[in-house]
Structures are given as C-alpha cells and as structure tokens.
C-alpha cells in the first residue's frame, strides 16, 4: 500500500516557474536599486529630514488662529483667480477647435496638416502651464494676461488631443450617408461629425476648466496674476495665519468649482 | 436611365469584385438584386455614387457620364442619386427634421446649413414626405428616440429630400424585423410609383424580392448570371446563384483560360 | 394635419424662454464685463511683441555649454521622482483601504476621503511652497510635495478599484475561516494588482512631469535650473533645458504607455 502522496511523489508546490521567479527578482532588483541609487546620492541635509515632523508641527501651530483681516482682498484676488481660469478656458476651447480638426486623421487635409496638429498638441502638452506662465510673464510683464495666455497654450493641447481622439472614434457611416447626398466637405463635418463629438467637447470643456481653477491658484507664484501672490506674499513675510486663511480660501474655491463641473455635466451631458 | 456598362473593380491587388459588368436600368421600375455575401451588390451600388471608386468601365445616368467626375460635378451628380443605407446612417443626435433635412445640404447654402435657416418650400416637402410616411409627429425627436423601422423611414425621407433621379438601398431591410421590413419594401415599391422613380435594391431576402420588385437581377462572383421578371426565378436558377464559392468560381476561371 | 407647415425651428437646448435668455444674458454680462474690467495693462501688452522678439532672439541657438548643470538637474529630478513614487504609493495603499466604502467603516472611510480630497486640492507648487518654508530649500521639500501628489491621485484610483472588487472572493476567504491580513493578501491583493502596478508606473512618469515645475518654487530639481536660467537671462539656455524636458517627458510618457500596455 501506498499513500497518494508517496504516488505522486510531490509536496512542494510554487507559484512560479524558475524563469518567471528570475523574471520578478530581477523587476524587484531594479526598484530596490534605483530607489537605493536615489536615496544615497540626492543631496539632502538629513538633519532637516529628522526635524521634518516637528518643523511641520510648528508651521501649523503658527496657522493659528485664522488671520481674517484682508478677506475681502483675498476673495476679490480669488474671483480673479476664476476669472483667469474662465477666460483661458473659452479662448483655448475656442482654438483647440481648428487643432483638433487638423490632428484628427479622419479629418485633416493631408499629411503635412496632421503632423503641424500633432507638433501643436505635443509642444502645447509637454510645457507645464508655469512654464509657460514664466515664458508670458518675461514676455508680456506681470498681470492677468501672462496667466491667461499661459492656461490658454497649455490646455489647447489637452482640449485638441481629447476632441481629436474623440473626432477619430465617430460613427462612420452618417458620414458617408452625408457624402452620398452630395453634400460639401464643410457641410459634412457641420451635420455629421459635429453633432457626434459634441458630448465629447462639453466633457472636455468642464474637465478642463476644473483643472485651470487648480492650476490659475499658482500662476501668482511667478507673477501671472490670481490669488498666488498674495499667498506668496503671506509666506514670504512669514504672515501664517493670512497664508492659512488663502489656503482654506483655495480649498473652498477646489471644491465649490468640483461641484460645479459636477453639476454642469450632470445637466449638460 | 442608368446605363452601366463594363465596369471592373478591384480592390488592392486581388481578384476583381465586380468582372466586366453590365447593367441597364430603364424608367420607373424596381429593381432588386440578389446574390450571396460577397457577390459584389453593396460595391456595384457604391460604385454608382462613388462612394467606391470603380477600376474601369462606364456608368451612365440620364446622360452623365459618372465615373470621371470630381469635385464639384461630383457632388452635383449625387444630388440626384438618392441612397438608404442598411445601418440607416443617420446622424443619432441631431432631429428628425435635421436629418431629413441633411438630404437637401447640396442645394442650400452653408449659412443656412449651420443655422438650421431651412427653406420654406424644403420644409414643406419634409413635412409631406414625413407625412406620407407616417414620421411627422417625429419632427422634433432626436433620431436615437426611434425605433428600426422609423430610423430607416428617415433615411428613405432623407433620400427622397434629394430630389433624385434614382434612389439606391443597400439591404435596407435586413436590420429590421420581419413585419417591418415588408412596411418598408411596400413602402419603397409605392413611393418609387409615386414619384416616378427608379429603384435599385440589393436584398437578401429573396422572397421579398420577388413580391416587391418587377425585377430580379442575380449576381454571382461580380457576375450578373440572371436578369428577368420576378417570376422566371425558380428554384433551379436560385441554386445556381447562390450555390459555389469565391474559390471554386476561380477554379472555373482557370479551366475556361486553358 | 390639413395645414401645410412650412416654417420649422430646432428646439432650443433650454425649453423654458426665461431661463433660456437669463443664462444667455448672464453668460454675456459676465465675459463683458469681466473682459472689460479686466486690470490690463494694453501699453505693457503691445510692448510685448517687441520683447517676445528679444527673448526668442536671445534664446536661439539654444545653449547646451552647460551641459553639466543640465544633466545634474536631471539627475536630481529623477531621484525626487522616484523616491517619491515609492514613498507615495506606498502610503497610497493604506489610504485607499480606507477610503475604500465597501471594506472600511465609515468614520475611517470618512477620513480617508478626506485625506484624498486635501491631497488633491492643492496644486503641488502651492504644496511645495509650505514644505519648503517648513523643511528648507532642496530635493527633500519637493520629495514631500510630489509624495502628496501621488496620495492625491494614487489613493484615488486605487480606492475606486478596490470598491469595484469581487466580494465574492473575499466571503470565500473568510467562510474558509482566513484571518484579516491573509484575506486581504489572497482575496483583495490580486484583483488590485495589475491596476497597482499601471497605476505606479503613470504616477512615475506624471511625478517626473512635475518635479520640473515644483524646482522653480524651490524644491530642487531640473525647475530650479530653468527657474534661475530665467532669472538671469539666459534664455538659450533655458530653452536647452525647455527642450531637455519636452524631449525627456516625451520618451518617458511613451515608455510608461508602452509598459501599462505590456502589462495589461
């Protein structure tokens, strides 16, 4: 008599082959490594690092209590703030429109048209709105236009890669049913494309501007206007409970314009 | 008349599609045209409005020679050819009106197009058509609220709205249940007595075919092999259109070269 | 219908007239408004074209002579990027459990919500300006600040999957008698996994994003070089490093798609 186990002679088990064990020891090794490389090599003062938690500790401490005295300054910079954040989106939405349309492959002319969109779209993407807002600032001086200008030319490319994806993925068949009736090629686009990627453009818009709010709070840090350079202005003078109330103020304004965005879409879409 | 003569297609490097085809249409009669999958019927009737480019050969309507026009001409001559697509292909978000409407886009101009400025006597005809129907009190609705057989009583509208000289259905029926889709072949049949208008249909359902159209044409292979009065279709001829298979039919090919 | 219609309207998107108009008119008063009171100075702004010229003039060729500081900045942006990766996602998963509604109670849930809400709230440059009154200028204060970055986003998605799991798996578990950690290890874990590891690996290549943008407030990293290339007028030099970073992003964002797609 034998046992089952004696049969089948096995009591070990793994989950993985050897070659896949090497595979995930390896993944493993290059994190463990390139997280050593960085903590070894980043020049950090670590008695600072030691002190971090009890400096944080102070810093709110200091927060308190609340310093309410410029409110009504800090709310007229912060309906600035929405104001940069509402004016850059309708002018970017605005000229998003004839970049989509030129780096959408269903649409654009030919192929020099759709790499002039996709060069549009990458260089606006991959410059970050406060380097555009530094670029602006130097260009046009402090104020609201070099924010403005600068949440414009970062959210073309996010408006015009979204729409033109979206203009890629219509239903084609309407399209040709409009090609069949003889329609011209601006006809075509005005009834069949543009009714389909509607939604799509409305979504976009308010994703967008929710997203600028966040982004137009900072654009003061570097001189472009809103309610940055007057938290700024608290931090630099270590004036921490003015610079609490501007954070709170900021955190009220995130919030209410996710709430807005939330209930435009819910009507809207 | 359309007058088709010796018209090739092919698409890429393969075998032709459509092998040297010719067909006549005359006056105001319906007719259909039957085959298997991949017989060639959805290519020969894209092909009359250009919506594939035929290879070679000669199409014809009341005197316009269609395949070498551009542009312009082009969408000129497709004004005048109305075509119902199986998918109904209409555009889901706008209204009823709007896609009827849309039939008109190559005669109106663009501002009117954008604003929805329709003309009078544009809107009246719609409204007729819809009528006729039985769409009207669908006007405003957006298209996507419509069941099968009102998306395509839309699209046949939106057809007629062209105006046309001949009207084109590419299997308008076969996304549609069985009751409805003989609503709309009757439809189709009584319309093109109506406005005088002849109508080529390609159509799956042979017994359809035969009731609704004073004309079967048979297509096999992009080859017309039966072309007569519904009645002449027996069981003999449809074996013989709807029998083989792109394979054994190039085998043939090879066998009448050598 | 005996009377023949020859006149059509497309129905508005507002059915009610009054609050159709009201929304139109408010809509138009605002950008009006706005656009007019508006505090611009139009003298400044036309001088700027003139000024957009000298920038741009002074800006090409792009100067790469500095190579060193370049690629040190580089360096340094990478090492903040991937500290921070791992520290946030770290910190990411105990705070998705919590804000995660079907397997926490709600006063934790509540907390871990707003744990995610505060993170998300502020864009990281504010981020970075207090931590880096609180712990000094440096790499360490934008490590901080792109940690709470990746909670912000990290803990968000993952807490979003872990309330889409199959309970199923994790009833069985603990019908099987399973203690808590084991459940949480065999019936949890795997189904979080794969969108853990996409998840790490976006955060990654976003957190390489924006360490160049926390550097100009301070917090070390290749924005801190562009931000003092700017400072002093070494616009070709700060479009070698401009086009260092859009090259940079570039490559990184096609390789994290590649990967996630790989994984997938």
Not at chain 1, 51 to 74: E, V
Not at chain 3, 132 to 137: D, L, M, Q, Y
Request: glycine share 8%; aromatic share 10%.
């Amino acid at each position: 008599m034998t046992s089952i186990s004696e049969q089948f002679g096995r009591e070990d088990w793994s989950r993985f082959s050897s070659r896949q064990k090497w595979q995930r020891f390896a993944i493993f090794a290059i994190c463990v490594l390139a997280i050593a490389w960085s903590i070894s090599s980043i020049e950090v003062v670590w008695a600072w690092v030691w002190d971090a938690p009890s400096q944080m500790g102070d810093l709110f401490k200091r927060m308190y209590p609340l310093d309410t005295t410029n409110l009504a300054t800090i709310l007229r910079v912060l309906w600035e703030t929405v104001n940069i954040a509402t004016f850059a989106t309708a002018f970017a939405v605005l000229m998003s429109l004839p970049v989509a349309y030129l780096s959408a492959q269903n649409t654009t002319p030919n192929r020099a048209t759709l790499w002039l969109g996709r060069l549009i779209l990458v260089t606006s993407r991959s410059v970050n709105t406060i380097i555009w807002a530094l670029l602006f600032v130097a260009i046009f001086g402090p104020g609201v236009v070099a924010g403005i200008i600068a949440i414009m030319f970062r959210s073309i490319g996010f408006i015009g890669k979204l729409l033109g994806e979206a203009i890629e993925e219509i239903d084609k068949r309407p399209v040709e049913a409009l090609e069949a009736t003889g329609a011209s090629r601006f006809k075509v686009i005005a009834y069949a494309i543009v009714p389909q990627v509607m939604p799509t453009f409305w979504a976009v818009a308010i994703l967008r501007w929710d997203i600028n709010l966040r982004e137009s709070t900072v654009l003061g840090l570097v001189g472009a206007g809103g309610i940055g350079i007057i938290l700024q202005g608290a931090i630099d003078t270590f004036n921490w409970p003015e610079a609490a109330t501007v954070l709170l103020a900021i955190l009220a304004l995130v919030i209410l314009g996710e709430v807005v965005s939330a209930f435009l879409r819910r009507r809207i879409l | 008349m359309l007058e088709i003569k010796d018209l090739v297609k092919r698409y890429g490097g393969g075998d032709p599609v459509l092998k040297n085809l010719d067909l006549t249409i005359e006056g105001e009669s319906v007719v259909s045209i039957i085959g298997s999958s991949g017989a060639g019927k959805s290519t020969l009737l894209r092909c009359i409005n250009r919506l594939v480019e035929p290879t070679s050969g000669s199409i014809e309507l009341n005197g316009t020679e269609l395949t070498r026009l551009r542009g312009r001409n082009l969408r000129a001559a497709r004004r005048k050819i109305g075509m119902v697509f199986q998918g109904f292909n209409l555009v889901d978000r706008l209204t009823v009106m709007e896609n009827v409407q849309s039939g008109r886009l190559g005669y109106i101009s663009t501002w009117a197009a954008i604003l929805r400025r329709y003309p009078k006597e544009d809107i009246r005809r719609a409204y007729e058509l819809m009528e006729r129907v039985g769409i009207a009190h669908y006007a405003n609705t957006r298209a996507d609220q419509l069941s099968g057989g009102e998306r395509q009583r839309v699209g046949v509208v939106r057809a007629l709205m062209q105006n046309p000289d001949i009207l084109l259905a590419d299997e308008p029926t076969a996304s549609l249940d069985p009751k409805t889709s003989e609503q709309i072949m009757g439809l189709l049949r009584d319309l093109a007595g109506e406005l005088k208008l002849p109508v080529l249909i390609n159509i799956h359902n042979v017994a359809e075919a035969k009731e609704y159209t004073d004309r079967i044409v048979g297509m096999r292979y992009g080859r017309i092999i039966f072309d007569h009065k519904p009645a002449r279709l027996d069981q003999e001829e449809m074996d013989r259109i709807y029998s083989g298979s792109p394979h054994a039919d190039r085998n043939e090919n090879l066998r009448e070269a050598s | 219908m005996s009377e023949t219609h020859d006149t059509w309207r497309k129905p508005p998107f507002i059915s009610n007239p009054v609050i159709r108009w009201a929304v139109y008119l408010v809509a138009l008063a605002y950008f009006l408004w706005v656009g007019a009171t508006m505090p611009i100075d139009w003298g400044r702004v036309a001088e700027g074209f003139a000024r957009a010229g000298r920038i741009f003039g002074g800006a090409f060729p792009p100067s790469f002579e500095r190579s060193g500081l370049l690629i040190d900045g580089f360096l340094e942006s990478l090492k903040i990027a991937v500290l921070a990766t791992a520290g946030g996602v770290l910190l990411s998963i105990p705070i998705a459990f919590m804000a995660a509604r079907n397997v926490a109670p709600l006063p934790i849930y509540y907390f871990g919500r707003f744990v995610i809400i505060l993170a998300r709230s502020f864009h990281p440059v504010i981020v970075a300006i207090v931590f880096v009154k609180a712990v000094g200028f440096g790499p360490f204060a934008g490590m901080l600040t792109l940690v709470v970055y990746s909670i912000g986003f990290v803990a968000k998605m993952l807490a979003e999957r872990i309330e889409e799991i199959d309970f199923g798996q994790v009833e069985a578990m603990r019908a099987a008698g399973a203690p808590f950690l084991s459940t949480i290890f065999y019936a949890i874990f795997p189904q979080i996994m794969p969108r853990q590891i996409g998840l790490t690996i976006y955060q990654l290549d976003s957190n390489l994003r924006a360490s160049a943008v926390v550097g100009i407030v301070g917090a070390g990293g290749i924005g801190a070089t562009l931000a003092n290339a700017f400072g002093r007028y070494d616009y070709d030099f700060a479009l070698a490093i401009t086009i260092v970073i859009v090259g940079v992003i570039l490559v990184s964002e096609g390789l994290s798609g590649q990967i996630r797609k790989r994984i997938a």
